[in-house]
Every structure is written in C-alpha cells, then in structure tokens.
C-alpha cells in the first residue's frame, strides 16, 4: 500500500481529510487510493438521511453523531449540500465537543457541492462514502436534502434510509407524491415538539395500509432533534432495520447499476468537452449527421486510462 492509503487504513484524520479531498475531485489518485483500499470497504453501516429543506436533518445528524460517540463508534459524515449550515466546528454540539482535539478524531465531517442540483448525490458522494468505509469509521452518515425527485440516488447508497418529514407542512402526503414512501427504511418525525406531529404519524400509517407493503413496514419514530428527545429510539430502529435488511447495496446487482454508470462518466469524460462542442456545431450545420459525429466522438474512447 501506498504510505497515504496506510496512514488513512490505521485511522490517520490528516490522511483521510488529504484522500478525501482527492477521491472527491474524481482524480486519478482518489482512484487508485479506493482500489488500494478496497478490501477494507465493506464494513461501515451507511446511514442516509433525507427530507426536505428545514427538517431539522442536520440538527438530527448531530444528534446522531453524539449518540453513536457515546457508544464509542467512530463516525465519518458527508453533507451533500453546500448550503447547509455544516461545519467543521459547526455540527459538534457542545455536549460532545471536547476540549482535546485527540477526541474528536471519532468523528470526520465533508461537505460535497451538489453543484446546482437539488437533490441527488453530487459527483463524488460514492467515492467519498466509500474511502470512509474503508477508513475504518463504523458508521457513515450522509445528509441530503430531499426535493422529490433525485432521492432515490441515497436510497441506493445507504444501507438504511431515513426520512425526516415535519408535522404541519403537509409533508405527509407531499412524500407520498415525492416517492418518499418507497425509500424510506425509517421515518423520523421531527420537530415532534409542534403541534401535528401524530397527525402526521397517523398519515403515514394510512399510506402504508394503502400500499400494504405487508410485513417489514418503516418504523415511525417521533423525535425533537434539537432537544435529542427519541434518538436514541431512532438509532434502535436504524439498527433494527439494517439487522433486517442487511447491506442491501452491496450486491453484485447494485454493482451492476454502479459499474455502469462508471463506465458512461469515465467514457465521457474521456472526450475532450470542445470536441462535443465542435462536432454539435457540424451537425446543426448539417456539414456531418449525428451517427457520423458519434463515430468521430468515440474514436476519443481509447485513450481512456
Ligand atoms: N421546533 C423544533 N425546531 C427544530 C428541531 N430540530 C431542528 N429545528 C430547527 O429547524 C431549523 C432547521 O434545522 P436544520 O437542522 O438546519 O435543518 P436541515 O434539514 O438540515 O436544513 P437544510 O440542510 O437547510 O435542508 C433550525 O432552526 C433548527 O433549530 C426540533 O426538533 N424542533
Ligand atoms: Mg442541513
């Protein structure tokens, strides 16, 4: 192994924060650190945490963070969202931020832009909850803001998913609309300290019995995130879930899916952006028809490393 890829496998924070850094940039050296360490990954429990803007998820996560410290688990968090109000200093509530900074080496936060996309992963998400896994953290929290459509990338990541929904926004139903229902492994209903927060429990219930999805139907959990009431529950019903269902995006079927799309972004990224450019241009112009641009495009494809 390299002396990078062996500093981050024995749990050096400086190493990861630097491989990080480099897987997230979709380098060439963010790869080869991946498939150096790759016969680590595997062993993380992935958390995915989504709901709309507001929920209280980051609020959440935080409390996650400091129950899962208190059971000496080491954890690795990504925000995938640059506007969201985590950082470094930020998400450590005080309760569990110490004052020796030794102690904080528990705990591994990265923002990851989505570049202009709500929702979804934004590029790099899989490749940096993959280093994290591979560096040793027990448990990888992913924070993503849930816009109805691209939710369905954290549900294929995350070994549990968890939907944070709010009482007395009509969210109850938006997530029935928004494809929620079907990815989430876990409600969390937060904000449980305003009024309609049983409403909302007994809405998703309806919804269930509707789709009678039979046994095996996501928990509900009522939680007052910025009071740390029912995390502790939440975090059973995680538990409870991922015993379930085991590491569900682990198979080779997942793979299948993932390989792909790796191949379509390492194709294309292979093809110089002005030769798409030049070539889009001669086909408006009708100088060449799109078959013949394809040909000339792919002709680029093997000089892929
Ligand atoms: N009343 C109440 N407010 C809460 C609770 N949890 C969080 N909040 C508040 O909700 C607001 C949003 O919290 P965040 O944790 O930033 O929510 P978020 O879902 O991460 O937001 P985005 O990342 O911007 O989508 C903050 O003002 C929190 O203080 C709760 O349990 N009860
Ligand atoms: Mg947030």
Not at 89 to 109: E, K, N, S, T, Y
Not at 178 to 198: H, T, Y
Not at 273 to 292: C, G, I, L, N, T
Request: proline share 4%.
């Amino acid at each position: 192994m390299s002396p990078l890829a062996e500093r981050i496998a024995a749990g050096d924070m400086r190493a990861l924060a630097r491989g990080a850094t480099l897987v997230e940039n979709r380098s060439a050296a963010g790869q080869a650190l991946i498939a150096e360490l790759w016969e680590r990954t595997g062993r993380a429990m992935l958390i995915g945490i989504t709901g709309p803007p507001g929920a209280g998820k980051s609020t959440l996560v935080n409390c996650l963070v400091g129950r899962l410290r208190e059971e000496h688990k080491t954890v690795g968090v990504i925000a995938v969202d640059p506007s969201s109000p985590f950082t470094h200093g930020a998400i450590l509530g005080d309760r569990i931020r110490m004052p020796d900074h030794h102690a904080d080496a528990g705990v591994f936060i990265r923002s990851v832009a989505t570049r202009g996309r709500v929702g979804g992963l934004g590029p790099g998400t899989l490749e940096l909850a993959l280093l994290l896994d591979a560096a040793a953290r027990d448990v990888v929290l992913i924070e993503t803001v849930g816009a109805g459509q691209d939710e369905i990338e954290i549900a294929r990541l995350a070994d549990v998913t968890v939907v944070v929904l709010v009482p007395g926004m009509g969210d109850g139903v938006q997530a029935i609309k928004a494809g929620m229902m079907e990815i989430a492994d876990v409600f969390a209903i937060n904000k449980a300290d305003l009024p309609g927060a049983d409403q909302l429990e007994n809405e998703i219930h309806n919804m269930q019995s509707l789709t009678g999805a039979g046994g095996g139907l996501p928990a509900i959990r009522q939680v007052v995130a910025a009071e740390g009431r029912g995390v502790t529950e939440l975090l059973a019903d995680i538990a409870a879930s991922f015993e379930k269902q085991g590491r569900r995006n682990r198979r080779a079927e997942v793979w299948v899916t993932r390989l792909r799309e790796m191949v379509a972004v390492s194709v294309l990224n292979s093809i110089p952006e002005e030769e798409f450019s030049r070539h889009a241009e001669q086909v408006a112009a009708k100088a060449e028809d799109p078959y013949a641009a394809v040909a000339m495009l792919k002709s680029h494809i093997t000089h892929v490393h």
